[in-house]
């Protein structure tokens, strides 16, 4: 049987969402008139998502569940949704309800237009802190601005995307993932849908600033060499600097002025240079860092259960 859309939803301890997450899902998806199934991704859950899942997957055949050997992240759990989804269109939805389940019926309008990547733009935001927005704001700005593809503004991980782009993005393997930078690197035809994002439905969020820093971190290492130009362009300032100080100091030094008495001064270059040295070491060592993660050639996630690849 041909599936028309499949519904990958990455769930860590969402225990409280998952059966809204469901009853959703399946109304939106029914009025469709359309064949689906529902992919739960557990990455790991600590609480008892687990089992909500498998009872779900038990009074549904529609649901499939993928269930992890232990927490690998929300990018990887997404992948696995990818690589084990079967629909012609596939949807990428988070299980706390915060991207509503109706909006699909957009994103699948569309679709069936011709694009093959529809994404979901938050054009409103409820129930997150001005901190949270700020940040957010801030990190799809900074984003969009020094990577090498341009990945929409105000936009996640929620969108449909056709078979064939699909087939594409899973073949890409890198370990460091930002499915949303490889969405926007395959290209093809693609088009934003403007939606307002709901509070939380049940629980806390899974991503925390320090989540977010390591995404965005991914984001800027995948798709950019700007922090490498970074440091190198702290060493031709740090060396110009240098420079024009040497005929400074030996004239300084000749003529008695006293500014250049003591240790202080050079204290302070020694200081100045060699922070440039390390962070120039740090940022080569993220690099690096990545391309060992790269070489060591280990599966992207371990399934402890799963239904069979179609």
Not at 195 to 213: H, S, W
Not at 218 to 242: C, E, K, M, R
């Amino acid at each position: 049987m041909t599936i028309t859309y499949s519904i990958i939803a990455p769930i860590y301890n969402e225990y409280d969402n998952l059966p809204e997450l469901y009853r959703r899902v399946k109304e939106v998806m029914d009025s469709t008139g359309e064949t689906w199934e529902l992919i739960l991704v557990d990455d790991g859950s600590s609480d008892h998502s687990t089992s909500r899942i498998r009872e779900l997957a038990a009074q549904d055949p529609t649901v499939r569940p993928i269930i992890f050997a232990r927490n690998f992240g929300h990018q990887i759990a997404v992948t696995a949704g990818l690589d084990y989804s079967r629909g012609q269109a596939v949807v990428i939805i988070d299980a706390d309800l915060q991207d509503p389940p109706e909006v699909i019926l957009e994103l699948a309008k569309k679709w069936k237009e011709g694009y093959e990547v529809v994404y979901a733009v938050r054009a409103e935001r409820q129930g997150e802190s001005w901190f949270k927005l700020l940040t957010a704001a801030l990190f799809y700005r900074l984003i969009f601005r020094i990577t090498d593809v341009k990945i929409p503004l105000d936009t996640g991980d929620f969108r449909l995307i056709d078979r064939q782009v699909v087939d594409v993005m899973n073949s890409m393997r890198e370990k460091h993932r930002f499915l949303r930078g490889m969405g926007a690197w395959v290209g093809f035809k693609q088009i934003g849908v403007e939606y307002k994002r709901e509070a939380r439905f049940a629980g806390e969020t899974k991503y925390p600033f320090n989540k977010m820093l390591k995404l965005a971190l991914n984001a800027i290492t995948g798709f950019s060499y700007f922090p490498l130009q970074v440091a190198t362009y702290f060493g031709f300032i740090s060396a110009g600097v240098a420079i024009i100080a040497i005929p400074l100091v030996v004239y300084g030094r000749l003529t008695g002025f006293d500014a250049f008495h003591g240790q202080a001064t050079t204290l302070i270059a020694v200081l100045f240079f060699g922070g440039v040295q390390l962070i120039s070491l740090g940022i080569l060592g993220e690099y690096i860092g990545r391309i060992y993660d790269e070489v060591k050639g280990r599966p992207l996630y371990i399934v402890r259960e799963a239904p069979k690849k179609e």
